[in-house]
C-alpha cells in the first residue's frame, strides 16, 4: 500500500510540474506577444525615418519568427509575422512590397478560421488588404472580397475599434460618405482594451482626425 502511495504521489507531482509548466509556457508566448505588439506600435506610429522604421520592422520579423518557431501551433505568432510583413511592404511602398504582401496574404489565409484571439483582427488585416492593393493584373486587389472579410468581422465584433475604423475607411473611399460616417462612430465609442492600450490609443487618435476630416467634409 504504502509502495502504491508513493508511486501515486510521484505521478502526481509530474501532472503538476506539468501543468505549472504548459502554465508558465502560455504566459511566457503571451508576455512575448504583448511586446511585439507594443513594439510594432512604436514602429507605425512613433518612429519617423523611413531606415529606422524599416530596421524596427526587420528586427520584428526576426523576433516573430523565432517565436513561432518556438511555438508552431500559435496562430497568433504567425499573424504578427504577417502584420510585420505588412508593415515592411507599407514602408517599401513599390513593386518590392509585393512579395511580402503575398505572403502575407498567405499567412493571414491560412489562420483565418481558426481559432484564436485575432480572429477578428485576421479578417480586418484581409479586409483592408483586398482594398489596398491593386486588382488584377498587377496583384490580388478586390473590393468585394474586402467587403466579405468586412462582415465577417462586424459580425463577430460590431461595436469593435478597428474594423468599424477600417469599414468606415472603405466606405469614405467609395463615395459613402454618411454610411463611414455611422461606422467612425461607433469606432470611437469602442473603449481602449487594458491589454491593448498602447495600439488602442494610437487607433482611436486616427479616428478622431478621420471624423473630424469627415465631418468637415459633409459641413457637419
Given amino acids: 500500500m504504502l509502495a502504491f502511495m508513493t508511486l501515486r504521489t ?3 507531482s509530474i501532472a503538476m510540474l506539468l501543468g505549472l509548466s504548459a502554465a508558465q509556457a502560455a504566459e511566457d508566448i503571451t508576455a512575448a506577444l ?13 518612429i519617423k525615418d523611413r531606415d529606422a522604421r524599416l530596421a524596427a520592422v526587420h528586427a520584428l520579423e526576426r523576433d516573430t519568427q523565432v517565436l513561432m518557431a518556438a511555438h508552431p501551433a500559435s496562430v497568433e505568432a504567425k499573424v504578427w509575422y504577417a502584420f510585420a510583413l505588412l508593415q515592411e511592404s507599407d514602408i517599401r511602398h513599390n513593386a518590392s512590397a509585393l512579395p ?3 505572403e502575407a496574404r498567405q499567412i493571414l489565409e491560412d489562420v483565418a478560421d481558426q481559432p484564436s484571439t485575432m480572429q477578428v483582427d485576421i ?3 484581409l479586409a483592408d488588404l483586398y482594398t489596398q492593393v491593386p486588382g488584377w493584373p498587377i496583384a490580388f486587389g478586390s473590393d468585394r472580397k474586402s467587403e466579405a472579410y468586412f462582415a465577417k468581422t462586424l459580425a463577430l465584433d460590431p461595436d469593435g475599434l478597428y474594423n468599424n475604423y477600417l469599414y468606415g475607411d472603405f466606405l469614405a473611399h467609395h463615395g459613402r460618405a454618411r454610411e463611414a460616417l455611422a461606422h467612425y462612430e461607433i469606432a470611437l465609442k469602442a473603449p481602449i482594451r487594458p ?3 498602447k495600439l488602442d490609443s494610437y487607433r ?10 469627415l465631418r468637415r467634409k459633409l459641413k457637419l
Avoid: C, G
Fill in 10 to 12: 510521484v505521478f502526481f
Fill in 34 to 46: 504583448q511586446s511585439i505588439e507594443d513594439r510594432w506600435a512604436t514602429a507605425h506610429y512613433e
Fill in 100 to 102: 511580402l504582401v503575398r
Fill in 123 to 125: 479578417y480586418n488585416a
Fill in 195 to 197: 491589454d491593448h492600450a
Fill in 204 to 213: 482611436h487618435k486616427e479616428v478622431e482626425e478621420d471624423v473630424a476630416a
